[in-house]
């Protein structure tokens, strides 16, 4: 019934809306759109249920060793890879070098952990809530207030410490940060860490909500990225109720629609913002860096 | 002759495959102010991005206090105290005032004293403090100058340089901010003031140089000239006003 | 001797120098199969697939080298161009029985080309960069799901088969082939040195300086965003015909969407060779891959693109550059 169709729309939005707070911090700074994000997302998933499966560590518990290691990966990441490339006046280059990874981190994936899907069963699970008639499921639930949790973790680091004032500052105006004697290297990179540490998390809620295999980063990327066009660039709130918003379409057209015409009209809506109001619905107009 | 605390020597600077400076040489004196003056697209803001670090010259050399400057990135430069007012003021407009003024004293020269900066740009600024918490954005063009300003104080600079501060500014906001100048400099901070408003500039420089599609044609003193009919060949339609 | 200092100094002009080694190098693709049987032959098939590959690599440089704009969206012309290809051959619309109708080639060219221009003129006009490339991803996946959706056309999931008593020999293909790689190249070519060519420079630089000097740039976009979907759409028809069996997972797969990206970028974006080199090379790479690690070859190219960005973004022909100052840094 409809009320359940919205619920379930805003619980599972708001893993959409971690991954495109994520990679609006990427943007923000280094003005590219990274592509990998889902795949990332779906790394850690992996990562999740290997320290589950493996070592027995309960999905929630892994956080404390997946957001680390996501931000490790991110550091690594961008002065491995991205450093560069970032400085370049064509972005186009970035934008390549995250499709690239892309490619090579799912086809790894692939090979290494097998087009399977994969979940993890908990004995909580199957706990469902169900408050006036809706169903409630007990991990969609936390994994909405691990989302909300990060999403307010991002935006005091981002409002209150000096660093996050820097990065806010530079996705304004990059040139001028480094007028102030700001690395714009240093600044880059804890966005882009940050941003794959988003991806953790959401890998981490990803993996006790859904059956995951490596395929799905890609598709995960790009509902991200739909998010993050629907809520616009620039703040953190913006980007959570993006993914929240696409979460709510999603659901509304598979209960009226159906199958596999959800997905195309997550496209359609996306196109259509991209097209007539490409800052979201919450974002500032982007100048053009 | 004082002691110079910025020497350019034959300067070559390009952009992509285009020359932009050829062979510029000039000098600021410590304590001074030096005004360096064009018309549009002489070169003056590449010339300051070269001082700053944004962009490396292809040839020459600028020296701080002797040193070499112009094999530093920006990050360094503006340890040394050299720091950079951008053209358009390009303030960070979704932060507010207070955020701005605790960025400008970012580095690590500048933060133990960022208590003491903030006491004297308020002093400078009222305005500023009792805005303090509002967006940057909301900011009228002078106080957005100011702002800027203010900024770049924070950081103590040893040398400052100006690009453009009256850019779309009305006469008496122009004349404020060139008061501030000289009240800046009479705090013993040497100033690189960069204009197109030639009148108001050479005024106030103890030495300027006329920067001509990217040659140094003319320097001397503000009031030398002042005098010299040359100058006003750059602006078409202008004429000197005495 | 006359003729021979004149033919030096026709020779001196480089262009004219680069021209005649493409045309004897395709002289002597054209007479490899006369020396070598031609069926169950390995160097054939590879020579086969690189054509293909050379022309949607084509028609990805067209657009993103020449037009500056990244399209995400090659796989769904690739895949319309063979689905086209495919329907028009069931339904025996043209009637000629031929297998290698070129009527039926130049229609699985330009019905991807017509998409291209009803989605190009609305998402060039309002999009710019990144965010055109994820209107084309957007688009690409639209479609997917259109043709997977539209069973009684398409087959759905299963997807269309070509009665395969018509093949008769490798050779048609492989000749086929080569023309289409020749003349997607030849197309780049002669697009480049076309007026077109000189405003999509114009813009590809500066934009906005372009369009105030009354450069109309919508249509040059559009214009090479349909001519990329028509070399796609070719490529796609000419793989179909190969294929047999058309459906969704073997021509609209994201590595449609990849390979062109791939192979421009190891050969070189924005230059006429370029991609024909890139697509020998991937082609070979792959060929090599899945002959001896198959199932690792994705990740090479994974690490292949990566590499090449990062260390030669240029590709392969912009190593003479690379030490030049050509690179224009955003500070």
């Known amino acids: 019934m409809l009320l359940q169709v919205l619920v379930n729309g805003v619980l599972f939005g708001t893993t959409y809306g971690i991954a495109a707070i994520g990679l609006s911090l990427i943007f923000g700074t280094m003005r590219i759109i990274f592509l990998a994000q889902g795949t990332f997302i779906v790394f850690f998933a992996y990562v999740c249920f290997w320290l589950f499966t493996l070592l027995g560590i309960d999905p929630y518990l892994s956080l404390v060793i997946v957001i680390p290691i996501a931000l490790l990966v991110g550091s690594l990441l961008y002065y491995g890879v991205f450093k560069e490339a970032a400085a370049l006046e064509d972005k186009n280059i970035s934008l390549l070098l995250a499709v690239g990874l892309m490619y090579l981190v799912e086809n790894i994936m692939l090979v290494v952990w097998s087009p399977d899907p994969r979940s993890i069963v908990t004995p909580y699970t199957t706990l469902v809530f169900r408050p006036f008639d809706i169903v409630l499921p007990f991990t969609r639930l936390i994994a909405l207030i691990i989302a909300l949790v990060s999403a307010l973790g991002v935006y005091i680091f981002l409002k209150r410490t000096l660093i996050g004032t820097a990065v806010r500052a530079a996705s304004e105006d990059m040139v001028s940060t480094t007028l102030m004697g700001i690395n714009p290297s240093f600044v880059n990179a804890i966005a882009f860490a940050i941003g794959i540490g988003m991806a953790g998390v959401a890998g981490v809620a990803l993996a006790t909500i859904f059956p995951f295999d490596p395929g799905y980063g890609f598709i995960f990327a790009i509902k991200a990225l739909i998010a993050l066009a629907l809520g616009g660039i620039g703040n953190v709130g913006g980007a959570l109720l993006g993914g929240i918003m696409l979460g709510l379409i999603e659901n509304l057209a598979s209960y009226y629609v159906g199958g596999g015409w959800a997905d195309a009209i997550s496209y359609g809506v996306f196109i259509l913002v991209l097209s007539f109001r490409p800052q979201g619905l919450f974002g500032k107009a982007l100048k053009k860096a | ?242 | 001797m006359r003729y021979v200092s004149t033919a030096f100094g026709y020779l001196k002009d480089r262009r004219r120098v680069n021209v005649v080694i493409v045309l004897l190098v395709a002289a002597v693709l054209a007479l490899i199969p006369l020396f070598m049987s031609v069926e169950g032959n390995y160097w054939i098939y590879f020579l086969f697939l690189t054509f293909v590959n050379t022309v949607i690599a084509q028609g990805w440089n067209l657009v993103a080298g020449y037009a500056g704009q990244i399209s995400l969206g090659q796989n769904a012309f690739f895949g319309l161009g063979a689905y086209t290809t495919a329907l028009l051959w069931i339904h025996d619309i043209t009637k000629t029985g031929y297998y290698f109708d070129p009527v039926v080639m130049l229609l699985s060219g330009v019905v991807p080309a017509i998409l291209a221009v009803i989605i190009g003129i609305p998402l060039l006009s309002r999009l710019r960069g990144d965010y055109f490339a994820f209107g084309t991803l957007g688009v690409g996946q639209i479609l997917i799901v259109i043709f997977i959706k539209a069973r009684h056309i398409t087959g759905g999931a299963d997807g269309i088969h070509i009665p395969s008593m018509v093949y008769s020999s490798m050779a048609p293909y492989y000749y086929t082939g080569l023309l289409l790689a020749l003349f997607a190249t030849a197309l780049v070519y002669f697009i480049t040195r076309s007026k077109i060519g000189l405003a999509l420079r114009a813009v590809r630089e500066d934009e906005m300086s372009a369009a105030s000097h009354g450069v109309f740039i919508l249509q040059y976009k559009v214009f090479a965003f349909a001519v990329g979907a028509f070399l796609a759409g070719l490529a796609g028809s000419l793989y179909g015909i190969y294929l047999f069996h058309i459906n969704p997972d073997s021509v609209l797969n994201m590595n449609w969407l990849f390979y062109p990206i791939l192979m421009c970028v190891l050969g070189g974006t924005g230059t006429i060779v370029g991609p024909a080199i890139g697509a020998l090379f991937m082609t070979a790479l792959f060929s090599f891959g899945d002959r001896y690690f198959a199932q690792y070859h994705p990740i090479i190219s994974g690490v292949l693109i990566i590499l090449v960005m990062r260390f030669m973004p240029s590709g392969i022909i912009g190593l003479k550059d690379r030490f030049s100052r050509r690179t224009r840094f955003s500070l």
């Open chain 2, 1 to 242: 002759m004082a002691n110079q605390l910025l020497e350019i020597k034959d300067l070559d600077v390009y952009y992509g495959d285009v020359q932009v400076l050829r062979s510029v040489s000039m000098h600021v004196e410590e304590g001074g102010i030096v005004a360096l003056v064009g018309a549009n697209g002489a070169g003056k803001t590449t010339l300051l991005k070269t001082i700053s670090g944004l962009i490396r010259a292809r040839k020459g050399e600028i020296l701080l206090d002797g040193a070499p400057l112009h094999t530093l990135g920006p990050k360094a430069v503006v340890d040394k105290g050299v720091i950079h007012v951008p053209e358009g003021r390009r303030l960070f407009s979704g932060l507010t005032i207070y955020e701005n003024l605790r960025l400008g004293a970012y580095i690590p020269r500048s933060r133990p004293m960022f208590n003491t900066s903030l006491e004297q740009v308020y002093a400078l600024f009222p305005i500023l403090k009792d805005r303090r918490n509002q967006k940057a954005g909301s900011l009228s063009g002078g106080e957005q100058q100011m702002l800027a300003i203010a900024r770049a104080v924070m950081a103590q600079p040893r040398l400052l340089m100006l690009d453009e501060p009256s850019l779309g500014l009305s006469p008496i906001l122009v004349r404020t901010i060139f008061q501030l100048i000289n009240t800046l400099n009479e705090h013993k901070t040497t100033i690189l003031l960069v204009e197109q408003n030639i009148h108001q500039t050479l005024k106030i420089a103890h030495h300027a140089f006329v920067l001509r599609v990217g040659r140094i044609v003319m320097s001397g003193t503000g009031n030398e000239l002042l005098a010299n009919d040359d100058i006003w060949k750059d602006y078409i339609g202008s004429r000197k006003v005495r």
